[in-house]
Nanobody, 125 residues
């Protein structure tokens, strides 16, 4: 059974940092893209960042580019999201996802096969 477990969320002041982790189990996530999405109350789930199997290709939403960094450790089946210079508008539940997709589909939540349970990130002013 494939499982993704998100962790690392919490409460942080604006301008602070957090690092999210997503550990996969149940299969080897080779040749998969790993992504992070987020959903704020009353809003639709939105793309945050994605990374290819090799780590050579990454994508970011405009709202987090330059502040967030996605990375992965394939030996640990884990993907990370380093979030710096956090803003109140970054408050949301963050979900990791995995899928056998191409770069062009990395921003499309519907293309991912597996999802984590989500971890809450709250940024206070």
């Amino acid at each position: 059974q494939v499982q993704l477990v998100d962790s690392g969320g919490g409460l942080v002041q604006a301008g602070g940092s957090l690092r999210l982790s997503c550990a996969g189990s149940g299969r080897t996530f080779s040749n998969t893209y790993m992504g992070w999405f987020r959903q704020a109350p009353g809003k639709e789930r939105e793309f945050v960042a994605a990374i290819s199997w090799s780590g050579g290709s990454t994508a970011y939403s405009d709202s987090v580019k330059g502040r967030f960094t996605i990375s992965r450790d394939n030996a640990k089946n884990t993907v990370y999201l380093q979030m710096n210079s956090l803003k109140r508008e970054d408050t949301a539940v963050y979900y990791c996802a995995a899928g056998s997709i191409y770069y062009g589909s990395a921003r499309d939540a519907g293309r991912y096969d597996y999802w984590g349970q989500g971890t809450q990130v709250t940024v206070s002013s």
